[in-house]
């Protein structure tokens, strides 16, 4: 059911991590629905992303398009990382499964979520760039240990 | 890494050699139809009355109760529907529970928009229905009460025999899904009271594609497929002689193996249950620990989400399903994991694994080993279990 690109990125999946003291993280989705993505960005003072980071609660598309994205917006400066819509990273996943398709929105949300985060955070405005409507928070739902 | 570990027998089996070999001569040789009257056609009406014989005797029913469909849903369906419309007059209401297969849900939802009346029973955290809250449910207009044996899913086995009884009393029409059930656990039709029951032979390596409902006889069913005399004029269509064979042949050989079959299994279920509750943190055993298919192991997984771990399971070999709305194809993860009050998330990250006769412990030891890396590893790439684990430091 998925392509070759998205098994090798599920398979051996880039980026994965936690940035610590991050430019900006950004988190979208909601457990409800299966999928949260969180990501990371280290941004660097010529607005340059340096490295990205990124955890995947979800399935193998959304561990795939995480996977993806973080490749294709890494050294990119934050404008052009505002090019890489949902349709790139399908694009360059070689196609996903229709059903699969919100994943793939919701790697684009992640990555405008974390340039949101950074933006706020050094007081600055990105062109073209939206609040995201996504972002979910710790208030969100307590995970009770059992 | 060329081993194939099939833990998805709840999904389908593995048909029989056994049953394989007793049905090809009916598509080559034997091919006649059974409403024919030259001998290659006629001789298979006794082939199919000596196979509802078998089928019957499984249950304590009698062979012209036996009807013969394309399936489980099928079965489901007319049960519902038929009887539905032919008791239309006594009552418009009727009651099932809330982690009944589809087949029964959905039937319901559409008896709904033909102007019936459905009570969906709750079930507890181990997915029991409430003996009170069904006979507090219980109305004048009642006709029809519809629990299913066992679960698919989590494999709790419904105290069906309560249920038939208060039906019984009530001169309730009482009907079980029991396709995951049959030649699982004994049935017996009388000592259950059960007027109705929906069974499908691929889930006992039976071929697919062919089912049964079981008719007590005096139920009025109204026909479900018109256009023909058989199976009493109730279900009309040529028989499927290779298939009603293939379900003879199964439920023989099901009927000879269970005593031995089920206690295997469910000494491997228990191990491997125990070495995931040992092993592995953060899970739950869904469903009912003793009051449960022999061959069904569900876990949930906390921080995990299903499909991943599907996916990575298959790459190691390892064949099993999951709950979770991604393997589903809608948002929504199994309703019966919703009704046992899993939340959401949780239910998301829901395996099940059902055994088969050819498993092994080595098997199920390799299983372990794999799903501990890979739940392992999942959490390693889960924004939920870092919030978790900076949350408890």
Same mark, same amino acid.
């Given at each position: 059911?998925?392509?070759?690109?998205?098994?090798?990125?599920?398979?051996?999946?880039?980026?994965?991590?936690?940035?610590?003291?991050?430019?900006?993280?950004?988190?979208?989705?909601?457990?409800?629905?299966?999928?949260?993505?969180?990501?990371? !960005?280290?941004?660097?003072?010529?607005?340059?992303?340096?490295?990205?980071?990124?955890?995947?609660?979800?399935?193998?598309?959304?561990?795939?398009?995480?996977?993806?994205?973080?490749? !294709?917006?890494?050294?990119?400066?934050?404008?052009?990382?505002?090019?890489?819509?949902?349709?790139?990273?399908?694009?360059?996943?070689?196609?996903?499964?229709?059903?699969?398709?919100?994943?793939?929105?919701?790697?684009?949300?992640?990555?405008?979520?974390? !340039?949101?985060?950074?933006?706020?955070?050094?007081?600055?405005?990105?062109?073209?760039?939206?609040?995201?409507?996504?972002?979910?928070?710790?208030?969100?739902?307590?995970?009770?240990?059992? | 890494?060329?081993?194939?570990?099939?833990?998805?027998?709840?999904?389908?089996?593995?048909?029989?050699?056994?049953?394989?070999?007793?049905?090809?001569?009916?598509?080559?040789?034997?091919?006649?139809?059974?409403?024919?009257?030259?001998?290659?056609?006629?001789?298979?009406?006794?082939?199919?009355?000596?196979?509802?014989?078998?089928?019957?005797?499984?249950?304590?029913?009698?062979?012209?109760?036996?009807?013969?469909?394309?399936?489980?849903?099928?079965?489901?369906?007319?049960?519902?529907?038929?009887?539905?419309?032919?008791? &239309?007059?006594?009552?418009?209401?009727?009651?099932?529970?809330?982690?009944?297969?589809?087949?029964?849900?959905?039937?319901?939802?559409?008896?709904?928009?033909?102007?019936?009346?459905?009570?969906?029973?709750?079930?507890?955290?181990?997915?029991?229905?409430?003996?009170?809250?069904?006979?507090?449910?219980?109305?004048?207009?009642?006709?029809?009460?519809?629990?299913?044996?066992?679960?698919?899913?989590?494999?709790?086995?419904?105290?069906?025999?309560?249920?038939?009884?208060?039906?019984?009393?009530?001169?309730?029409?009482?009907?079980?899904?029991?396709?995951?059930?049959?030649?699982?656990?004994?049935?017996?039709?009388?000592?259950?009271?059960?007027?109705?029951?929906?069974?499908?032979?691929?889930?006992?390596?039976?071929?697919?594609?062919?089912?049964?409902?079981?008719?007590?006889?005096?139920?009025?069913?109204?026909?479900?497929?018109?256009?023909?005399?058989?199976?009493?004029?109730?279900?009309?269509?040529?028989?499927?002689?290779?298939?009603?064979?293939?379900?003879?042949?199964?439920?023989?050989?099901?009927?000879?193996?269970?005593?031995?079959?089920?206690?295997?299994?469910?000494?491997?279920?228990?191990?491997?249950?125990?070495?995931? &509750?040992?092993?592995?943190?953060?899970?739950?055993?869904?469903?009912?620990?003793?009051?449960?298919?022999?061959?069904?192991?569900?876990?949930?997984?906390?921080?995990?989400?299903?499909?991943?771990?599907?996916?990575?399971?298959?790459?190691?070999?390892?064949?099993?399903?999951?709950?979770?709305?991604?393997?589903?194809?809608?948002?929504?993860?199994?309703?019966?994991?919703?009704?046992?009050?899993?939340?959401?998330?949780?239910?998301?990250?829901?395996?099940?694994?059902?055994?088969?006769?050819?498993?092994?412990?080595?098997?199920?030891?390799?299983?372990?080993?794999?799903?501990?890396?890979?739940?392992?590893?999942?959490?390693?790439?889960?924004?939920?279990?870092?919030?978790?684990?900076?949350?408890?430091?």
């Amino acid at each position: 059911m998925y392509t070759e690109k998205v098994m090798d990125h599920f398979q051996h999946p880039r980026n994965v991590g936690e940035i610590e003291n991050a430019s900006g993280v950004g988190t979208v989705g909601n457990a409800k629905c299966g999928d949260i993505m969180r990501i990371y !960005l280290d941004i660097d003072e010529n607005q340059v992303i340096r490295d990205c980071k990124f955890k995947t609660f979800g399935c193998g598309a959304a561990i795939a398009t995480s996977s993806m994205a973080t490749e !294709l917006v890494k050294g990119k400066n934050i404008q052009d990382a505002l090019e890489v819509t949902n349709k790139a990273v399908m694009e360059a996943l070689d196609g996903l499964p229709p059903v699969k398709v919100h994943c793939s929105l919701l790697a684009e949300e992640a990555i405008h979520a974390a !340039l949101w985060d950074y933006a706020e955070k050094h007081d600055i405005k990105i062109e073209g760039l939206e609040k995201p409507k996504n972002d979910i928070s710790e208030d969100e739902e307590d995970e009770d240990e059992y | 890494m060329n081993k194939l570990i099939y833990l998805d027998n709840a999904a389908t089996t593995k048909t029989a050699q056994e049953v394989v070999d007793a049905m090809l001569p009916y598509y080559t040789e034997q091919f006649g139809n059974p409403s024919s009257i030259y001998g290659i056609g006629a001789a298979n009406k006794d082939v199919i009355t000596k196979n509802r014989d078998i089928i019957a005797g499984s249950l304590g029913a009698k062979t012209n109760e036996i009807y013969f469909t394309a399936g489980g849903s099928e079965a489901d369906n007319w049960a519902l529907k038929a009887t539905a419309e032919a008791y &239309e007059k006594k009552g418009n209401h009727i009651i099932t529970s809330k982690i009944e297969h589809h087949a029964i849900l959905h039937s319901c939802q559409y008896l709904e928009s033909k102007g019936f009346e459905v009570t969906y029973l709750d079930v507890d955290e181990n997915g029991v229905v409430d003996i009170e809250e069904l006979k507090a449910s219980i109305r004048p207009t009642t006709i029809l009460i519809s629990i299913m044996f066992a679960n698919n899913e989590i494999g709790t086995i419904q105290p069906i025999k309560e249920i038939g009884a208060i039906a019984h009393e009530h001169e309730i029409l009482f009907h079980t899904d029991a396709v995951q059930a049959f030649a699982q656990v004994p049935i017996n039709v009388d000592e259950y009271h059960i007027d109705m029951l929906s069974s499908s032979a691929h889930k006992l390596n039976g071929p697919k594609g062919i089912g049964f409902l079981y008719i007590r006889t005096g139920v009025k069913i109204r026909s479900f497929v018109h256009g023909g005399a058989q199976e009493r004029k109730r279900r009309a269509g040529t028989e499927n002689v290779p298939g009603i064979v293939g379900y003879g042949t199964a439920v023989a050989r099901a009927m000879r193996t269970m005593e031995k079959r089920t206690a295997k299994e469910v000494e491997l279920r228990d191990y491997l249950i125990e070495r995931i &509750e040992n092993e592995i943190p953060y899970c739950r055993l869904n469903g009912h620990r003793t009051l449960r298919l022999p061959n069904n192991v569900n876990f949930s997984f906390q921080f995990v989400e299903g499909e991943s771990m599907l996916i990575n399971l298959d790459l190691k070999g390892i064949c099993a399903s999951s709950g979770s709305a991604c393997t589903s194809g809608s948002l929504d993860p199994s309703h019966v994991l919703l009704a046992i009050g899993l939340p959401h998330e949780i239910a998301h990250g829901s395996l099940r694994l059902t055994l088969s006769e050819e498993i092994t412990k080595e098997d199920l030891d390799y299983v372990v080993d794999q799903l501990k890396e890979i739940v392992a590893l999942i959490r390693s790439m889960s924004p939920l279990y870092e919030d978790f684990l900076k949350k408890n430091k």
